[in-house]
C-alpha cells in the first residue's frame, strides 16, 4: 500500500461557491469548486485527518477513506472544527475514542465548544480523547506509525499549528512564520502552504507573501491552498513555475 496525502479541501472559510452560489469571476470548472480546507494522510493502513471541515462528509465519502485512526487540528476555527460531530460513526466502528491531537489552546476550544464530543450527555457517550501536542509525537496502528512534529505559527490573533512529517509540511492559515521555525522547513519535499488572496490579508499570507516564503526555504514542490474565490486555478497554473502548483479538491500525491 502506498502512502499518500490527499488535499480534501482547499477552499477558504466560505468555500466556492458560497452559499449564495457566487464564485466572483472563477472559471466554472471542477478545479475551482472548493471545499472548506482540510487534509488526510494515508501511511499503509495508518489513516489521518488533518482538521474536520463542515464539508468532511463529502470528502470522506468522495475520496472513498473508510477509516480513522486520529485527528490532528491546526486551530479551532469554524471552518477548520465544526465538521467534529460527523465522526461518531468512526467511534463506533473502531469500538474506542478517537485520539485528536492539537495545541493546549486548540485542544481546551474545542472541549468548550464541542462539548458532547468529550464528556457524556443526554446518555451521549463521549467519542473523543483529547491530546495536547508541544513536540513530536507518534500516531500508531498494528501495523504502522508516523512521527509528526508541531510548529507554530500566527494566524491573525491566535497561534496556529503547522505540521511537518517525512520532508512534508502542512499550513493552511497563517500570516506569519518565525525564523525558527523557518529554518525547521528548509529544503522539504512537499509544501502545502496558505495562499488567501491576491490583495493583502490581517491573518493570512496572499499570493504574494506565499510565493516570497517559498523562494526563501525552496521545498520541492509547493501546493498553494485556503484559496479565495479572486484566485482561479487555471490563471495561477499559467503563471506559476511547475514546482508551485494549485490546490484542488482531491489533489494527491505518494510520499
Known amino acids: 500500500m502506498k502512502n499518500k496525502f490527499t488535499i480534501l479541501g482547499c477552499g477558504s472559510s466560505l468555500g466556492s461557491p458560497w452559499i449564495t ?10 478545479k475551482n469548486f472548493r471545499t472548506r480546507c482540510c487534509a488526510h494522510i494515508q501511511k499503509g493502513d495508518l489513516s489521518i485527518l488533518i482538521d474536520t471541515s463542515p464539508d468532511i462528509k463529502s470528502q470522506f465519502l468522495k475520496n472513498k477513506i473508510n477509516t480513522l485512526d486520529a485527528i490532528i487540528y491546526t486551530h479551532e476555527h469554524a471552518d477548520q472544527t465544526t465538521g467534529i460531530f460527523e465522526m461518531r460513526p468512526f467511534f463506533w466502528k473502531n469500538k474506542k475514542k478517537i485520539p485528536i491531537y492539537g495545541s493546549s489552546r486548540t485542544i481546551n476550544e474545542l472541549k ?5 464530543c468529550f464528556k457524556q450527555r443526554h446518555g451521549y457517550k463521549p467519542i473523543m480523547k483529547p491530546i495536547i501536542v508541544k513536540k513530536k509525537f507518534k500516531i500508531l496502528n498494528k501495523n504502522y506509525n508516523l512521527q509528526i512534529e508541531p510548529f507554530e505559527v500566527t494566524h491573525g490573533m491566535i497561534k496556529a499549528t503547522g505540521y511537518l512529517f517525512d520532508k512534508i509540511a502542512y499550513i493552511s492559515d ?6 525558527k521555525v523557518t529554518k525547521k522547513l528548509m529544503n522539504l519535499d512537499f509544501l502545502i502552504i496558505d495562499c488567501l488572496r ?7 499570507f496572499n499570493y504574494d507573501d506565499a510565493i516570497d516564503f517559498v523562494k526563501l526555504v525552496k521545498p520541492k514542490k509547493t501546493i498553494l491552498t485556503n484559496l479565495h474565490i479572486d484566485l482561479d486555478y487555471f490563471v495561477l ?9 494549485p490546490a484542488f479538491d482531491g489533489l494527491s500525491f505518494n510520499f
Open 21 to 30: 452560489n457566487y464564485s466572483g469571476k472563477l472559471k466554472k470548472n471542477s
Open 112 to 116: 468548550n465548544k464541542y462539548t458532547f
Open 174 to 179: 497563517c500570516n506569519k512564520i518565525s525564523n
Open 198 to 204: 491576491k490583495n493583502k490579508h490581517p491573518s493570512h
Open 237 to 245: 497554473k499559467k503563471k506559476l513555475p511547475k514546482n508551485i502548483i
